[in-house]
T-cell receptor
Framework: SQQGEEDPQALSIQEGENATMNCSYKTSINNLQWYRQNSGRGLVHLILIRSNEREKHSGRLRVTLDTSKKSSSLLITASRAADTASYFCATDVQGGSEKLVFGKGMKLTVNP | DTGVSQNPRHKITKRGQNVTFRCDPISEHNRLYWYRQTLGQGPEFLTYFQNEAQLEKSRLLSDRFSAERPKGSFSTLEIQRTEQGDSAMYLC????????????FGSGTRLTVV
């Protein structure tokens, strides 16, 4: 079963605008990760935030985590056409499992 | 090449045939994972190796599926008696250490069962 749920499921913006994606999850976690997937390709790890962190930055990416609401957001600033991809949040499963549980993903289209 | 390599990239097979996929992880990574992704969905966990030991398997991994990682290097995923429902992208990923660094994924093997 899927843990994370991205919102919105699809977003279309103009180059230069900011894009915000939200992720909600159901159970307690140790960390939450965001991945990007270009069409028909493997996933690329973007950023990881631990459960004791509230915000993290990496280049044009900003991730927040609210464990009380079981939600996270990914902000991409000054978007580029090359940011067009599907974005997934993924959470670990407490209890010793090594697996990640992915959401269904969100399709971002950045128009030039 | 320092990435995760998967072969073949595409595989078309007839229902009932056996198929085998190969994954070559990043050499320093001791953890290797197989995931399956169907259209419009996120990846779903299949199995996990630490070195050569298969430590975790999903209930999705029916008895027609088997994975190995001999000598803790490359891994193979075999599907016996393929069914149309097996059509999916099979993704391999590797990582170093515990789940704190993120995975490095390969480009996947797309399986089509006709």
């Amino acid at each position: 079963s899927q843990q994370g749920e991205e919102d919105p499921q699809a977003l279309s913006i103009q180059e230069g605008e900011n894009a915000t994606m939200n992720c909600s999850y159901k159970t307690s976690i140790n960390n939450l990760q965001w991945y990007r997937q270009n069409s028909g390709r493997g996933l690329v790890h973007l950023i990881l935030i631990r459960s004791n962190e509230r915000e993290k930055h990496s280049g044009r990416l900003r991730v927040t985590l609210d464990t009380s609401k079981k939600s996270s957001s990914l902000l991409i600033t000054a978007s580029r056409a090359a940011d067009t991809a599907s974005y997934f949040c993924a959470t670990d499963v407490q209890g010793g499992s090594e697996k990640l549980v992915f959401g269904k993903g969100m399709k971002l289209t950045v128009n030039p | 090449d320092t990435g995760v390599s998967q072969n073949p990239r595409h595989k078309i097979t007839k229902r009932g045939q056996n198929v085998t996929f190969r994954c070559d992880p990043i050499s320093e990574h001791n953890r290797l994972y197989w995931y399956r992704q169907t259209l419009g969905q996120g990846p779903e966990f299949l199995t996990y190796f630490q070195n050569e030991a298969q430590l975790e398997k999903s209930r999705l991994l029916s008895d027609r599926f088997s994975a190995e990682r001999p000598k803790g290097s490359f891994s193979t995923l075999e599907i016996q008696r393929t069914e149309q429902g097996d059509s999916a992208m099979y993704l391999c990923a590797s990582s170093f250490g515990q789940l704190i660094y993120g995975y490095t994924f390969g480009s996947g093997t797309r399986l089509t069962v006709v």
